[in-house]
């Protein structure tokens, strides 16, 4: 059974940073391309960054690019969300997500989900 849990999440100011985290566990994780998801209250789930099986790919909401940073540690199992500049439109529940293909940012095309991290951001 995959397990994803997320870490990291918490309150922080504008023009701050966070860096959240995700530990994969029951599965092999060098086999999954990893993304990182958000919803904020009243809204959809929506995608942030991806990054490929070796870490050599990844891509980004036009939102986040530029101020975030996936980057993933194979023989850590784990994928990590570096978010800098960070502002009020971040703040969301983070969630970590799992799957075999690349290219996808739509959440159906994730078969694997954390169970999510808070972030907010304050003014």
């Known amino acids: 059974q995959v397990q994803l849990v997320e870490s990291g999440g918490g309150l922080v100011q504008v023009g701050g940073s966070l860096r959240l985290s995700c530990t994969v566990s029951?599965?092999?994780?060098?086999?999954?391309?990893m993304a990182w998801f958000r919803q904020a209250p009243g809204k959809d789930r929506e995608f942030v960054a991806a990054?490929?099986?070796?870490?050599?790919?990844?891509y980004y909401a036009d939102s986040v690019k530029g101020r975030f940073t996936v980057s993933r540690a194979n023989d850590k199992n784990t994928v990590s969300l570096q978010m800098n500049n960070l502002n009020l439109e971040d703040t969301a529940v983070y969630y970590c997500a799992a799957d075999t293909a690349y290219g996808a940012t739509s959440r159906t095309k994730y078969k694997y989900w954390g169970q999510g991290t808070q972030v907010t951001i304050s003014s």
């Open positions: 029951g599965g092999t994780f060098k086999d999954f391309v």
């Open positions: 990054i490929s099986w070796s870490g050599g790919g990844t």
